[in-house]
C-alpha cells in the first residue's frame, strides 16, 4: 500500500502560480509511474502530466505547456509547477501513482483561479 498526500493548492488570481507537491508514505519513484490529474466541476478526471523514472515527463497540453512536473528523489516529493494559471485551470488536482497493476490515489487539493 502507498499512501499520496497532496498539498499547495489555494486561491490564485488568472495569471498566477501554484506549486503543488504530493509526498507518498514510501520511496517509489525509481519504480512507479507518477502523475497529476485534475478533475474540475461537473466534469471527468483529465491526466495533466506524467513522470516515469529518468523518461522526460510527458503533458496533457504539450503545445502550450504551463505547467511542469518534477520530482525531489532526496525528499521524496513530486511537484507539479504550474505557470499563468487561468479559470478554466479550476479543480481539485490529485497525485496519482502506478506500480504494476495497482493504483494509487491521493485526496486531492483544490486549486481555485478567480479574480
Known amino acids: 500500500q502507498v499512501q499520496l498526500v497532496e498539498s499547495g493548492g489555494g486561491l490564485v488570481q488568472p495569471g498566477g502560480s501554484l506549486k503543488l507537491s504530493c509526498v507518498p508514505s514510501?520511496?517509489?519513484?525509481?519504480?512507479?509511474?507518477m502523475a497529476w490529474y485534475r478533475q474540475a466541476p461537473g466534469k471527468e478526471r483529465e491526466w495533466v502530466a506524467r513522470l516515469v523514472a529518468d523518461i522526460i515527463p510527458t503533458y496533457a497540453d504539450s503545445e502550450n505547456r504551463r505547467f511542469t512536473i518534477s520530482r525531489d528523489n532526496a525528499k521524496n516529493i513530486l511537484y507539479l509547477q504550474m505557470n499563468n494559471l487561468q479559470p478554466e485551470d479550476t479543480a481539485v488536482y490529485y497525485c496519482h501513482a502506478r506500480l504494476g497493476t495497482s493504483e494509487y490515489w491521493g485526496q486531492g487539493t483544490q486549486v481555485t483561479v478567480s479574480s
Open positions: 514510501r520511496n517509489i519513484f525509481e519504480t512507479a509511474v
